[in-house]
């Protein structure tokens, strides 16, 4: 269990510096971004807050504090390198809930000057989770310091 909550995958040290500006740029833009602001308007987007079809119950502030809870606390999580993979796994699938749940009749791509609802952002945010999901948060994480695989070579 341990290995699979804090596996930092590679050691290397030109590799884990690029994980490491990925974790915490991705990691600071969601929480700056979506998850601050979504606790600071939290009482005006409660009521109308997106509640996916797949879940049998139909309320919105669940919905909304799941959402707060993955892109706040998932994000922080990325950002030090804590149980980076599963913390980048709950940010993904709230990102594919956004894309094909919420923005599921939108274009995929913005197609003009106007700001029009589109897929991309969740797609934009998407693509760099699943790099960290596979492979991990790099040797610049708390992660490596909570497991240490003796019969991996250190460099």
């Known amino acids: 269990m341990k290995k699979f909550l804090f596996d930092c995958g590679t050691r290397d ?3 884990s ?11 600071l833009m ?15 987007i409660k009521e109308f807050f997106y509640v996916p079809d797949f879940l049998p119950v139909s309320w919105a ?20 390198g804590i ?19 919420k923005l599921g009749s939108t274009p995929w791509f913005v197609s ?6 589109s897929k991309e952002l969740s797609l934009m945010y998407l693509i760099p989770l699943i790099t960290i999901i ?5 040797n610049f994480s708390l992660d490596s310091l909570i497991y240490r695989d003796p ?5």
């Open 134 to 138: 596979l492979a991990g948060a790099g």
């Open 61 to 80: 502030p669940a919905c909304l504090m799941a959402c707060i809870s993955a892109e706040v606390g998932a994000s922080l999580l990325i950002i030090l």
């Open 83 to 101: 149980a980076t993979r599963p913390a980048a796994f709950i940010l993904a699938f709230s990102m594919v809930v956004a894309a094909f749940g």
């Open 30 to 44: 969601m929480l700056i971004g979506h998850g601050i602001p979504k606790i600071r308007n939290y009482t005006t």
């Open 13 to 15: 040290a030109t590799a």
């Open 112 to 117: 003009g000057p106007t700001l029009v609802e």
């Open 151 to 155: 019969k991996r070579r250190r460099w």
């Open 17 to 27: 510096f690029g994980i490491l500006t990925l974790r915490v740029m991705l990691g």
